[in-house]
């Protein structure tokens, strides 16, 4: 993606430190303390115009959110959207931050088991078979995730590329994952009000695109809770 940028960009996103994080590796193992508590950390990686990661840090004041994307010119627009949803009706920025870098090193701007969620929304597919190391399901970039998710950890991740689909339904069984809501097509029987859409879900939902999604259950918590919430379930149904 080559994006054109307006001029005085930089400029613009040094203006609202509050917001924008242009030295993310500086935050380490310390974003806790940027937000000034202890509340879950939620992040998406590849945010793109920051439409998805905005709603739902206005949705859920609970939860810290961190965007991640390496094009300044996204994370400018992202922050004005974050600001001209929270001027409408005076909410707050404080559990939001959108940070510039590269997802290749992930794991140089976050600490082991910082996380308690990974948002991956409509990640380039990178359909060549050379490429295949690039795309953001590949072990390599997994191995990564679980070494910052917390026992709370899961992945959530949703395309439209059938065969990213089904590259990292492959990728996460290799690797012994435990996956769960599984869809093919997320909005087949209309579009899902109980989720937050991201810019192109929205587009492509509307053109009749199936939205293909699936959970990865990676820290100890989460899978004693998913367990047992199939345990629960397997009771009911007696």
Not at 132 to 154: M, P, Q, S
């Amino acid at each position: 993606m080559r994006l054109r940028g307006r001029k005085g960009i930089r400029e613009a996103l040094i203006a609202q430190p509050e917001l924008i994080i242009l030295e993310p590796a500086t935050y380490k193992g310390k974003w806790s303390s940027l937000f000034g508590n202890n509340n879950p950390i939620h992040v998406e990686l590849g945010m793109g115009k920051g439409k998805f990661i905005s709603e739902l840090s206005y949705q859920n004041p609970n939860i810290n959110y961190i965007g991640v994307d390496m094009y300044d010119e996204l994370l400018r627009r992202a922050g004005e959207k974050a600001e001209l949803a929270r001027a409408a009706d005076g909410g707050s920025l404080d559990n939001l931050k959108l940070a510039l870098f590269n997802i290749e090193k992930i794991e140089e701007i976050f600490d082991n088991s910082e996380l308690e969620r990974i948002y991956l929304n409509f990640s380039d597919p990178w359909p060549k078979k050379r490429h295949a190391r690039r795309r953001l399901t590949h072990a390599g970039f997994v191995r990564k995730y679980i070494d910052i998710l917390n026992e709370k950890g899961e992945i959530h991740f949703k395309t439209d590329s059938r065969s990213l689909f089904e590259y990292s339904l492959n990728s996460f069984a290799d690797m012994g994952l435990r996956m769960r809501n599984i869809s093919l097509n997320l909005h087949g029987e209309g579009v899902r009000t109980d989720l937050v859409l991201t810019e192109y879900e929205t587009k492509f939902s509307e053109q009749g695109v199936p939205i293909h999604r699936l959970e990865v259950v990676i820290g100890k918590q989460a899978m004693d809770q998913h367990l047992q919430q199939l345990a629960d379930l397997e009771r009911s149904e007696e």
